[in-house]
């Protein structure tokens, strides 16, 4: 999963759909808990006011929300989304905020993932048009590389939920301890899961590869 997305530089302010009171029936990973082994994010049945500390959280960790999107989404705009829904559900919950970064984290692998399981052909058809530049000096090696990565993000939306997020958040800059922290993993198996997660994702590939 290459370093093929800019990520944008930190907000300077909470955008003001966060920094409102939150209303119920809200979309993205607002409206549902996710099973025991994923996330869990929670849907408030009735108006709750935004947590006090949501800013100071916000600055600090929108940078790495956005980057853990892009790498599954490849599109700055939808990861800019996924972090604005995201945000939304930390402001309505009850998770303490030395626990916020980790929480932020696997919200945001787990929503890029719906996104993209949701709407990867209307995705990949958008990053097409965008990413082809008529003045390219070779526009045949970017259509390959187009191709490329449109597969590797829809062979990664097929993996099994954990091992997509244990493989996001490693190859979205998080440590091992980082990683174990946020998906309730030991420290050691942490790398395990990882290295299933590649192989995982390189048979899917070829798998996919050899039904066309």
Do not use: C, I
Request: hydrophobic share 40%.
């Amino acid at each position: 999963m290459g370093n093929d997305v800019e990520v944008p530089e930190r907000r300077g302010t909470v955008p003001a759909t966060l920094s409102a009171t939150a209303s119920p029936g809200s979309g993205g990973v607002t409206g549902r808990t996710e099973r025991k082994d994923e996330v869990a994010v929670p849907g408030p049945q009735r108006r709750r006011a935004v947590r006090a500390d949501l800013e100071q959280v916000f600055r600090a960790s929108y940078p790495r929300v956005v980057a853990v999107a892009a790498r599954v989404l490849g599109s700055r705009d939808g990861a800019e989304d996924v972090a604005q829904e995201v945000f939304l559900a930390f402001g309505r919950s009850s998770v303490p905020a030395g626990e916020a970064a980790g929480w932020l984290s696997v919200a945001a692998a787990h929503t890029a993932l719906n996104h993209l399981r949701s709407g990867r052909r209307r995705a990949s058809r958008e990053q097409s048009a965008r990413g082809v530049d008529a003045a390219s000096p070779d526009v045949a090696d970017a259509v390959v590389t187009l191709d490329e990565r449109r597969r590797v993000r829809a062979a990664l939306a097929r993996l099994p939920r954990r091992q997509a997020v244990a493989l996001v958040l490693r190859h979205s800059g998080l440590s091992y301890a980082e990683v174990a922290a946020a998906l309730g993993l030991s420290p050691g198996s942490v790398g395990t899961t990882v290295r299933r997660a590649e192989s995982a994702l390189r048979e899917e590939l070829n798998r996919h590869a050899s039904s066309h």
